[in-house]
């Protein structure tokens, strides 16, 4: 199975420096070798830089058979001086889309379905959250003059943060939230959306999109 490896934005943003807070190092190694679905490719990616001081990002792909099922990318933010609207001092971003079957794309349900994919992921991990917000865009494509033959597509596009609650029991600046469970919920919501039956999640009864047609070859 792959286990997760990141990486830390240049500058103020590096983890290794000195300045860097031992909490936001330890959140980070919470990240790395969390054991993943072999179906989860799972590689570093610059961070986006002035949203924190400190930041971290992943990017991921669900993919079989060498086809690109689902992708998204999870960013994981720390401000020591905390931050009002996160209620912490820690916050996470995550962008995942996919590709649709028509019927699925045609339900009038679905953006309010994939929200709950998200809240549910964290909830069947039971990982604590708080302050969830985002959006869920659908988008349909049709095709003309010399792309005629291709059939119309939709994609699905989930943005979304929300912030980790600190385990019970701790507190002050030294406590340091479960990243790597956040990450696993995270993937689980990626396989989901990617049309893969449950596996590994302790929920098992979780409805997925079916397995999409025509996914993009790698």
Do not use: K, N
């Not at 989860?40 to 990002?57: C, G, H, N, V």
């Not at 669900?62 to 001092?89: K, Q, S």
């Not at 809240?119 to 985002?134: F, I, K, M």
């Not at 865009?137 to 994609?155: I, K, W």
């Amino acid at each position: 199975m792959a286990a997760a490896q990141g990486h830390l934005s240049d500058g103020p943003d590096d983890a290794g420096g000195e300045d860097t807070p031992s909490v936001f190092r330890q959140a980070v190694a919470g990240l790395q070798g969390v054991r993943l679905r072999p179906e989860i490719e799972l590689d570093a990616t610059p961070p986006p830089q002035r949203l924190a001081p400190y930041s971290y990002a992943l990017e991921a792909a669900v993919v079989v058979d060498d086809e690109e099922l689902a992708d998204g990318r999870l960013i994981l933010l720390h401000d020591p001086a905390g931050h009002e609207a996160w209620g912490g001092t820690f916050r996470l971003v995550t962008l995942v889309h996919a590709e649709l079957e028509p019927e699925m794309a045609a339900d009038p349900l679905l953006p309010e379905v994939c929200w709950t994919w998200l809240t549910g992921a964290l909830e069947a991990r039971r990982v604590p959250y708080a302050a969830p917000s985002g959006t869920v865009t659908r988008a349909s494509s049709h095709y003309f003059g010399g792309l005629r033959e291709r059939e119309p597509s939709t994609r699905i596009e989930i943005r979304a943060s929300w912030s980790p609650v600190l385990p019970t029991g701790s507190a002050g600046q030294g406590a340091v939230p479960d990243t790597a469970a956040h990450l696993s919920a995270w993937c689980d919501l990626l396989c989901q959306i990617a049309g893969l039956p449950p596996g590994g999640a302790p929920e098992a009864g979780i409805v997925t999109l079916p397995q999409r047609r025509g996914p993009h070859s790698r």
